[in-house]
């Protein structure tokens, strides 16, 4: 793991800003997709058969939020 850490600061040394940039742009929205995956196969998990909502139900759910 620390090998994978040198290489990356590596990496980050040879980019430009405007590069950077764009990369960070990029990792930012890998990072919030792959939290969002883990949320969604822990709820996975979690769910019951009886666990589920009607179309009504959820509308009148979404309108208290």
């Known amino acids: 793991m620390n090998l994978l ?4 600061h590596h ?16 990792l930012h929205a890998l990072h919030c997709d792959f939290y969002m ?5 822990k709820v996975k998990q979690l769910q019951q058969p009886w666990d589920i909502l ?7 759910m979404l309108m208290f939020v």
Not at 18 to 26: G, K, M, Q, T
């Open 54 to 60: 009607t179309h009504d139900e959820a509308m009148r």
């Open 37 to 41: 995956l883990k949320e969604i196969q």
């Open 5 to 8: 850490r040198i290489r990356i």
């Open 11 to 26: 990496l980050i040394e040879q980019l430009a800003d405007e590069e950077l940039d764009s990369v960070w742009n990029a």
